[in-house]
């Protein structure tokens, strides 16, 4: 198996989708995009994407428990034995819109399901694979797992820059974060690199359901701008940073 190989959850739209068209342009990539609905037509509609000398995608549905304890053997079916770099990018909230009073716990449990304990679960599933690519680490760069957070998951941010909405997706994003703070620590041995990324604020479903909320036109960015500056940080994100939590563009952000 040569070449580098990803998987990013979350990757039939928005930032996940931008980021699967950006690496498929590269060569010598295999992308596996991670989607809740292969038949769906923005899922399907990734395998039409320009791919560049000796790339390819393979769409996989990550849905069920049942699709993650089955990632390797399934992945053995492409002939794909090891990831190099996981990107846990798939999120959501049903609360961007709430202010703390209006906050339903229910809303926590739901946006920390997917927010957070969808990270873990993917984490479990990718270990091995990740783990197969670090024995072959010689001729490559160090194997990653990058969690796509948000500054809204910063406990330090909030004295600067506190959102009057967002509660419940805030704290699933903060229990994201000190998931993949504490994989940082027990995986620093092995030799894998954790990244913590905040990707901007992007023209995405999310991202304008944020602007919506806050009575704004749209968000500052494009998705391809955030995929492009985030890419740039995955690549560059080696082991003297791993347990960071860094934005788009490599500013480290507090905790
Ligand atoms: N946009 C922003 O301004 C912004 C800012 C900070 C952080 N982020 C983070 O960036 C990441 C990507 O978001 P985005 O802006 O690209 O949003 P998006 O366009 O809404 O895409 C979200 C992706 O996550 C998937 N997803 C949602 N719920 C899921 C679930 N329960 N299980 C599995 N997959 C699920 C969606 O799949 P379906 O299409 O099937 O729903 C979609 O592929 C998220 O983690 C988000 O929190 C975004």
Avoid at 6 to 22: D, E, H, S, W
Avoid at 132 to 155: C, D, E
Wanted: glycine share 8%; net charge neutral; aromatic share 6%.
């Amino acid at each position: 198996m040569a070449g580098t190989t990803y998987l990013i959850t979350g990757a039939n739209k928005g930032i996940g989708r931008a980021m699967v068209q950006q690496l498929l342009q590269r060569a010598n990539n295999t992308v596996v995009a991670g989607v809740r609905q292969p038949d769906d037509p923005t899922s399907a509609s990734l395998c039409d994407l320009p791919v560049a000398e000796n790339s390819r995608v393979v769409v996989l549905q990550l849905r069920n428990p049942a699709d993650f304890e089955a990632l390797p053997t399934r992945l053995g079916r492409n002939s794909i034995t090891r990831i190099d770099t996981v990107v846990a990018n798939a999120g959501n909230s049903s609360g961007l819109d709430k202010s703390l009073l209006q906050t339903d716990p229910e809303d926590v449990v739901g946006d920390c399901t997917i927010n957070a304990a969808g990270p873990l679960r993917l984490f479990r599933a990718t270990w091995p694979l990740l783990e197969a690519s670090l024995k072959q680490a010689s001729s490559l760069p160090a194997a990653r797992f990058i969690l796509v957070s948000s500054t809204m998951g910063s406990i330090g941010v909030q004295d600067t820059e506190s959102m009057p909405v967002g509660t419940s997706y805030g704290m699933s994003k903060a229990a994201a974060n000190w998931f993949a703070k504490k994989a940082s620590i027990d995986f620093k041995a092995q030799g894998l690199v954790v990244g913590v990324l905040h990707p901007g604020w992007v023209q995405t479903s999310m991202g304008q359901a944020l602007a919506d909320a806050l009575g704004m036109k749209e968000p500052p960015i494009t998705a391809d701008e955030s995929a492009r500056y985030c890419l740039g940080q995955i690549d560059d994100w080696t082991m003297d940073k791993t347990g960071k939590f860094l934005t788009y563009k490599g500013q480290e952000l507090p905790w």
